[in-house]
């Protein structure tokens, strides 16, 4: 079965930088797009982007165009989100997701 | 602003039917396939229909989803406390080459 295993939680400071693991496992690594999407505290949920980890090529919502990178690395089946230039309102869990099946989530928190 | 719309509360009693909506246009559930997510407190959403229609396996057969033009509609019978939970919806955006979700909906089991 599908399973996304994300790294832990992070405590940063403004105008830091995170960069969240998910590593995959129970299917084709190359074969789907891997999304991530995150939901700041008691909201909904937002899409930040994709990552084609076969060509490595991505696509990130208008939002978060110049502040999230998508990489991967096909040897051990993971790929990173990073974003930089953090700011309070980035205090978010944030979720891979491929074809419906979404890691555990990893919380950032960013505070002075 | 969510581009699906969805009404952010719903509400039921034991063993009754609801529905929640979720409304679209031709660039995402006219044209892609809907998925719909059950989200309890402090966890990952789950996939309750993915491909429009379909059910992964441990999902009971009291959840359907139907689909018309650029609305869809999840649909709860036999209604349990346990299905307590916000619930999104999500498609695909051909104008955005990218994922959309709706608001959410908190349902209710009075």
């Known amino acids: 079965q599908v399973q996304l295993v994300q790294s832990g939680a992070a405590v940063k400071k403004p105008g830091a930088s995170v960069k969240v693991s998910c590593k995959a496992s129970?299917?084709?690594?190359?074969?789907?797009?891997m999304h991530w999407v995150r939901q700041a505290p008691g909201q909904g949920l937002e899409w930040m982007g994709w990552i084609n980890p076969k060509s490595g090529g991505t696509n990130y919502a208008q939002k978060f165009q110049g502040r999230v990178t998508m990489t991967r690395d096909t040897s051990i089946s993971t790929v990173y989100m990073e974003v930089s230039s953090l700011r309070s309102d980035d205090t978010a869990v944030y979720y891979c997701m491929v074809e419906g099946n979404w890691g555990q989530g990893t919380l950032v928190i960013v505070s002075s | 602003q969510s581009v699906l719309t969805q009404p952010p509360s719903a509400s039921g009693t034991p063993g009754q039917r609801v529905t929640i909506s979720c409304s679209g246009s031709?660039?995402?559930?006219?044209?892609?396939?809907v998925y719909w997510y059950q989200q309890l407190p402090g966890t990952a959403p789950k996939v309750l229909i993915y491909r429009n229609n379909q059910r992964p396996s441990g999902v009971p057969d009291r959840f359907s989803n139907s689909k018309s033009g650029t609305s869809t509609s999840l649909a709860i019978s036999g209604l349990r406390s346990e299905d307590e939970a916000d619930y999104y919806c999500e498609a695909w955006d051909d104008s955005l080459s990218g994922l959309i979700f709706g608001g959410g909906t908190k349902l209710t089991v009075l």
């Open positions: 031709n660039s995402n559930i006219g044209s892609n396939y």
């Open positions: 129970g299917y084709t690594f190359t074969g789907y797009y």
